[in-house]
Structure formats: C-alpha cells, structure tokens
C-alpha cells in the first residue's frame, strides 16, 4: 500500500505531489480497461462515465445504439477534455461490439441488475476487462446480454434499487482496479 508522505494535520496535495503519487499506482497496473456504453443516452452521464475512465486508465469506449459521441458539446463539458486519453469506437450494435472487444483479448463483464449475475465482488475481473454498461431507463439489450462472458451486479442495501449510470460504471472500474491491485482482499 502507498502511503501519501506527510507531517503535521492533513492537507489537500499540490499538482506535483498527486502527479506522483498517480505515477506510483500507473506503475502498478498491468491491466487493460475498456467500457461498452450501450445506448446510454445522456451526454453528461456520458462525459462523466469517460472522465472516470480516463481516471482509472481506461483505453478505449465503445459507443453503440444512441450513445453521443464524444465530440458532442454536452459531453466534453462534463468530460473536461479527458476523451482524449480514450480511443472511441463507435459500433451500432453492442453484440458486435462485445465480439470486437473479445476478439482484442478482453473479457466483456456487463454490470446489469439480470438474472443469474454475480455480485460485482465476486465477478470475475481479472485480465483485461471490458465493462458493457447499459441504457440509463433499460439497462443492456438482450443482444448485449447474450454476448457477454459475465454479467455482474452492484449489490445495494439502501433502500432503492438502482443507481445512476455514471456512478454504476465509476464502482464497477474501481472495483476492477482495486482487484488487480489487491488480489487477495
């Protein structure tokens, strides 16, 4: 575990410090993340979704169905210019987009609320992975669904049954991440 160094109270990290302490866990990741976006519609749940990829590494985005491209204006206002660490394909379906991402050596993990998914914990995240997320009302098609290797659910103990699309695809790369930095927790 990296420690961020430090004496005396806390206090927020300069430009430099974080610059390092980023380069630290870059070093320590071998493993390559992709996302699947399934017609998720909303252009500031898409710029969030790339934000957080560009974040934890994330090197490419499949933008199928009627996902906007990245180069629409609402989407670069919440991306912040951070679609450019990402290389975007854009594939109008999910299912040929599935067959692409493991044709390039990943396994495509849809994070879907379905029958006979695995708690996102227990999911199978090791590898090279592709994240396929689904339509914010709909979740993944069925075509999506019956191209996946694995499909994992977020479990929830709060009293509602869902969460927004951008914050459901920022745990599922943590917890991707997290995973292959600590395999044995």
Same mark, same amino acid.
Request: glycine share 8%; with cysteine.
């Given at each position: 575990?990296?420690?961020?160094?430090?004496?005396?109270?806390?206090?927020?990290?300069?430009?430099?410090?974080?610059?390092?302490?980023? /380069?630290?866990?870059?070093? /320590?990741?071998?493993?390559?993340?992709?996302?699947?976006?399934?017609?998720?519609?909303?252009?500031?749940?898409?710029?969030?979704?790339?934000?957080?990829?560009?974040?934890?590494?994330?090197?490419?985005?499949?933008?199928?169905?009627?996902?906007?491209?990245?180069?629409?204006?609402?989407?670069?206002?919440?991306?912040?210019?951070?679609?450019?660490?990402?290389?975007?394909?854009?594939?109008?379906?999910?299912?040929?987009?599935?067959?692409?991402?493991?044709?390039?050596?990943? /396994?495509?993990?849809?994070?879907?609320?379905?029958?006979?998914?695995?708690?996102?914990?227990?999911?199978?995240?090791?590898?090279?992975?592709?994240?396929?997320?689904?339509?914010?009302?709909?979740?993944?098609?069925?075509?999506?669904?019956?191209?996946?290797?694995?499909?994992?659910?977020?479990?929830?103990?709060?009293?509602?049954?869902?969460?927004?699309?951008?914050?459901?695809?920022?745990?599922?790369?943590?917890?991707?991440?997290r995973r292959e930095w600590h395999?044995? /927790?």
């Amino acid at each position: 575990m990296t420690a961020i160094p430090h004496s005396g109270p806390p206090r927020q990290l300069r430009p430099t410090d974080v610059k390092r302490l980023n /380069r630290d866990w870059r070093r /320590r990741t071998e493993g390559r993340l992709a996302l699947l976006l399934d017609s998720v519609s909303q252009p500031f749940n898409v710029g969030s979704i790339v934000r957080t990829a560009a974040a934890f590494g994330a090197e490419a985005i499949w933008l199928c169905g009627n996902t906007p491209d990245l180069t629409m204006p609402a989407v670069g206002k919440t991306a912040l210019g951070t679609d450019r660490f990402v290389e975007a394909y854009r594939e109008p379906s999910p299912a040929a987009a599935a067959k692409e991402a493991a044709e390039e050596g990943y /396994r495509v993990v849809a994070v879907e609320l379905a029958a006979g998914a695995t708690p996102l914990a227990e999911a199978p995240l090791d590898g090279d992975i592709c994240l396929a997320i689904g339509n914010e009302d709909h979740g993944c098609s069925p075509a999506l669904l019956a191209a996946v290797q694995a499909v994992a659910y977020i479990p929830q103990t709060g009293r509602v049954g869902s969460l927004n699309v951008a914050v459901a695809a920022a745990i599922a790369m943590a917890e991707t991440r997290r995973r292959e930095w600590h395999p044995d /927790r």
